[in-house]
């Protein structure tokens, strides 16, 4: 009994198997691609160029063809949204081009075909660099990164990711020279570039990130006296308000705002800010404005000498010097008296009461 019962099972057993083996080869005959069904899509390469502090330009290639049915979208979460707005690309060469706006630290790439999906997780370069020209018998120019404390470089940056270039122009492309690259993520924050060329003032930060996958480039850095000229400041009533005002002109097509913040300790916050932003084409002046009453109605402010800084939209900042002032100008606004001060040939403000 116990051999007719192994007999009968290994019967059933061969069945399966033939059965098996027909239904694969039925798939194979009738081109069935089991690898094209479990296929993963991947977002192969980005390319992110800064344009305003949260404005950015993006070149995107997938292993998506793109086609009359492909979607992108730009979202916070993994999870896409049901309201989820598709945005306008254009495809150059294969490439998705597009900007976006992108108000948060870390978000999504998303492209969709049907059901062809590709997803990249990223991450904003968490950093404000600047450029400084540092006079002396050897002149040269310093690009300093300002990596923010408490982030993590390694979501927007490879550990040697870190590269400085310079450029003729405003516009990063194939003919910016390399300053500097491969620079180790930690323990470096500033380059030198001790061969400055009058001729290539604009100098661009550039990290590669997962591993050379993701490039972002920043916003063209400049000094000072090759963003402005002319400028002068002064301390006056504006609608029997304390206003700084700054004017001069844009050597290069531009915007500008007025930033006054202190860091002094004794306020225990960064007090900050900033006023309208005006912008102008290359030779055309500006005035620029600030009601300076937030920080004379901050009481604990009192006496402490406030920066004034020139910002753009792209988050560059540019110290201003005292000789474009009167330093010895001061206004009184509702019994309190506001003036110019100096400290290392550069402009502050402070009030009394």
């Known amino acids: 009994m116990k051999k007719n019962f192994k007999i009968i099972l290994l019967l ?23 690898n ?46 049901t309201n989820a707005e598709a945005i306008t690309f254009t495809n150059e060469d294969g490439a998705l081009v597009f900007t976006a706006t992108v108000p948060y ?13 590709a997803l990249m ?19 040269s120019n310093v690009v300093t990164f300002n990596f923010v404390e408490g982030t993590s470089w390694s979501s927007f940056c490879d550990p040697t990711g870190k590269a400085v270039y310079r450029s003729a122009s405003r516009q990063f492309d194939a003919q910016a020279e ?39 480039v920043s916003t063209p850095l400049m000094d000072y006296d090759s963003a402005f000229k002319d400028v002068s400041a002064t301390l006056e009533k504006v609608n029997d308000k304390a206003t700084l005002v700054i004017t001069g ?23 900050e800010v900033v006023g309208e932003f005006v912008s102008g084409s290359a030779g055309e002046s500006f005035r620029a404005t600030l ?39 001061s206004i009184l606004v509702d019994g309190t008296t506001v003036k110019f001060e100096t400290w290392n040939n550069l402009l502050k403000v402070s009030y009394t009461f």
């Open 291 to 329: 009601d300076l009453t937030s920080i004379i109605n901050n009481a604990s402010g009192k006496g402490i000498w406030y920066d004034i800084k020139l910002a753009t939209k792209a988050g560059l900042l540019f110290d201003i010097p005292s000789n474009v002032a009167n330093t010895s100008d």
């Open 12 to 34: 059933v057993l061969t069945t399966l198997l033939v059965a098996c083996l027909c239904a694969c080869s039925q798939d194979d005959t009738m081109g069935f691609d089991r």
């Open 249 to 271: 002109k844009f050597k290069v097509a531009g915007d500008v705002a007025i930033e006054v913040y202190s860091e002094d300790e004794k306020l225990g916050s960064v007090t």
């Open 105 to 117: 630290e870390s978000y999504f790439i998303r492209v969709v075909d049907g059901d062809k999906n």
């Open 121 to 139: 997780p990223m991450a904003k370069p968490m950093f404000a660099p600047k450029l400084e020209k540092v006079n002396g018998i050897m002149p």
């Open 178 to 216: 390399v300053v500097a690259k491969n620079i180790q993520i930690a323990g470096v924050d500033s380059t030198t570039d001790a061969s400055p060329d009058a001729n290539k003032p604009y100098y661009f930060v550039v990290l590669t990130a997962k591993n050379g996958v993701v490039t972002y």
């Open 36 to 81: 094209e069904f479990y296929q993963a899509y991947n977002v192969t390469e980005v390319y992110v160029e800064q344009k305003e502090t949260n404005v950015y330009l993006y070149k995107i290639k997938t292993d998506i063809e793109i086609s009359a049915n492909t979607k992108v979208y730009v979202t916070r979460y993994e999870k896409l949204p």
